[in-house]
Nanobody
């Protein structure tokens, strides 16, 4: 099992910055892709950014140029640096990860964190 714990959310004014963190812990062999999603009130959960085990990253169009995803492999932690925040970035941000569970087979599973609230005031 893998536990994902997010932190770093909060209230910030438009134009400000926040850094989210998500630490993976538990019993697993490796963490493959790590992702951030977000869900605003009354809206569907949407993809924000992803980063592979080789540090290849991908971003949703609304956050390109403003958000940066990175990871610390030694700490099994992924970060989301958010800059030039807008009120429309207000949402609960969720961490998601694909984990390889053992070294002796290729079994993988997908996990979600509990979410952290980001509120951007205008």
């Amino acid at each position: 099992q893998v536990q994902l714990v997010e932190s770093g959310g909060g209230l910030v004014q438009a134009g400000g910055s926040l850094r989210l963190s998500c630490a993976a812990s538990g019993s697993f062999f490796s963490i493959d892709v790590m992702r951030w999603y977000r869900q605003a009130p009354g809206k569907r959960r949407e993809f924000v950014a992803s980063i592979t085990s080789g540090d290849s990253s991908n971003y949703a169009d609304p956050v390109k140029g403003r958000f940066t995803i990175s990871r610390d492999h030694a700490k099994n932690t992924v970060y989301l640096q958010m800059s030039s925040l807008k009120p429309e970035d207000t949402a609960v941000y969720y961490c998601n990860a694909d984990a390889r569970l053992t070294s002796y087979n290729n079994n993988r599973a997908n996990y979600w964190g509990q979410g952290t609230q980001v509120t951007v005031s205008s």
